[in-house]
């Protein structure tokens, strides 16, 4: 095995490695133990030694992150990236990670995360996040009291007096997104809810009730990227970065120009472009699901249907792991697992899925086959930033 890039052209990348660390409800660890149970899970899935990895990515811990992570897990990293662009942060640090590995500026880069923020507020060590700080632009909007939650209801509510999206519709979201969840060890709500259930709950801003939002956990999780040369050393199938895309939008409310369409429509549009594949041709999506409207808009914006047909599009079990397009295997944001920057579980659960390793939740083609072509679309802020990647198998 040779780790000398080539002269001729990039090299290609894969995921080799993922895992998660223990999730769901976890009092007794910290954040950096998450980190470390997860980066070890997803090296020995890999296969590879832990000296291959000159690369690392982290985000959210820490005074200077990655470096405080890096040196808890011993590791003296040449290539580093420290991006923080919310829940979003992760899909566009992979898209950094597979660039530099084809560039020949790092052969195997580790991308970790890991929270406790469920075990936090239950000791009392912090409170819930009612905004992102009063600083900057955000000066502006914060004194009258518009939440971070509020930003989402608002944008929803537009889509809704737009398109006749309907609240039963957005509901329609968290039902299947529970429903994939039940046969997933690992997810911290397993339970079926109906849309009566999710509309009767109790208001958290206005039209979501707290169905209609994610759930608040403990867990970490860990993403191992690797140049071709070392796939032949790896434990597992590859899975290729086939393209990615990134974008922003605005911070402040006033300067984002239509409530109904996310950054994702950049960022989605680029991916697919460099990937050489259309919409059509993916099997699984991984979106990021902080609310329901989330994942409404950015199947719009990524191409899977026209703008202002989400609504009638999750309609009908779509979504669902044996449905039109599975959405959300592991039950997502809304019921599997929602830490913090939930981005990075987005790629593990795509990962996963297209190695066929789904256990009683793997998707499968019409024909019985493992699927082909997965995207993941992570969501930072209040639709304020995007990262999409598309995987591949074989």
Known sequence: MSSTPSTHRPRKVAVVGVALSDTGR???????????????????????????????????????APVEVAEYLGLRPTWVDSTAVGGATWEVMAAHAADAIAAGHANAVLLVYGSTARADIKARRRTSNLSFGGRGPLQFEVPYGHTLIAKYAMAARRHMHEYGTTIEQLAQVAVQARANAATNADAMFREPVTVEEVLSGPMIADPFTKLH????????????????????????????????????????????????????????RLAFERAGVRPADIDLAEIYDAFTYMTLVTLEDLGFCDKGEGGAFVEKGRLLREGELPVNTDGGGLSACHPGMRGLFLLVEAVRQLRGEGGAGQVRRGDGSLPELAVASGTGGWFCSSGTVVLGRG
């Open 26 to 64: 976890v009092d007794d660890a910290t954040p950096y133990a998450l980190h470390a149970q997860a980066a070890r899970r997803a090296l020995a899935d890999s296969g590879l030694s832990r000296e291959v990895i000159d690369g690392f990515g982290s985000a959210g811990l820490g005074t200077l």
């Open 213 to 268: 939002c994610c759930i608040r956990s403990d867990g970490g999780c860990a993403v191992l990227l690797a140049a071709e040369e070392y796939v032949p050393d790896t434990a597992k199938s590859p899975v290729w970065v086939l393209g990615s895309g990134t974008s922003v939008s605005h911070t402040t409310m006033s300067q984002w120009e239509d409530f109904t369409v996310s950054p994702a429509a950049v960022s989605g």
